[in-house]
């Protein structure tokens, strides 16, 4: 018998979610049903993907908020949970990159994605913390990459936030989950965003040359991967850093 995974009466906070991988989360959790909460650094950058969700039938608001400021997020989290009702589902999905060779990168670049990427999963999962702690349930998933696992030149800043980003998840695992609270990560390859788009195609071919599927994959495909860890299916699952990648890493 097929198993339907069923969100309903969740309440999902995804950040970075008005587009991309983080807009294909948000409209698969609510197509289980899960009401969702975008939030973004500016409140217009979530009036797409809220519409779109509404469209599914469930409950989405859009919030504005700067992930890499605590209080912020603190008091935007403590909003949330009371228009909602709940507080159930975390996706630290927002992210930037500023690539650049590591000799070239300055304090400012590094700096600038370590605070939005890692200092930003670690101010969210703190201020919802204590909301899942006392419900005594919760899933968070942290969008890692890669690149947190194996390096890429031209992004030593990023490859460590995403570095950080696996560890910190293993500890907020080990921490939380006498609370049944769960934390995994996905660990995406490549995937075609509109921030993938703009690559050179020898970029990309040289790229899909270490594909073992020989194509790249879509947000759906991390998508699908988020809303198994937020179900009850990945219920004995925590800690894990989930690679889609086609087959680029093994």
């Known amino acids: 018998m097929a198993y339907e995974i069923n969100l309903s009466s969740k309440t999902a ?3 970075g979610a008005g587009r991309g991988i983080g807009a294909a989360i948000a ?3 609510a197509s289980a049903g899960a009401n969702i909460a975008v939030v973004e650094l500016k409140e217009e950058f979530t009036t797409e993907t809220v519409a779109a969700v509404r469209a599914l039938g469930v409950k989405a608001e859009g919030y504005a908020g700067d992930v890499s400021n605590l209080a912020d997020m603190q008091s935007l989290m403590e909003k949330i949970q009371s228009d909602f009702g709940s507080l159930d589902i975390l996706v630290n999905n927002a992210g ?3 690539d650049t060779l590591l000799i070239r990168m300055g304090e400012d670049e590094w700096d600038a994605v370590l605070r939005v990427n890692l200092k930003g999963a670690f101010n ?3 201020a919802v913390a204590r909301i899942m702690m006392k419900q005594r349930s919760g899933r968070i998933v942290n969008m890692a990459s890669i690149v947190g ?3 890429n030149a031209g992004q030593a800043n990023y490859s460590a936030s995403k570095g950080g ?3 910190l998840t293993k ?3 080990k921490e939380l989950a006498g609370r049944g609270i769960t934390a995994n990560a996905i660990a995406p390859g490549f995937i075609k965003t509109k921030m993938t788009e703009v690559l050179p195609d020898e970029v990309k071919a040289k790229m899909l040359e270490l594909v073992a599927l020989k194509q790249f994959g879509e947000p759906n495909d ?3 991967t988020a809303l198994f860890l937020c179900s009850d299916l990945a219920s004995y699952i925590t800690g894990q850093v989930i690679v889609v990648d086609g087959g680029m890493v093994m």
């Open 13 to 15: 906070v995804i950040t």
């Open 27 to 29: 409209l698969k959790l």
């Open 96 to 98: 930037i990159t500023k």
């Open 124 to 126: 969210c999962t703190k």
């Open 149 to 151: 696992l194996i390096g």
């Open 165 to 167: 980003l696996i560890a």
């Open 171 to 173: 500890t907020t695992a």
């Open 222 to 224: 991390i998508a699908n």
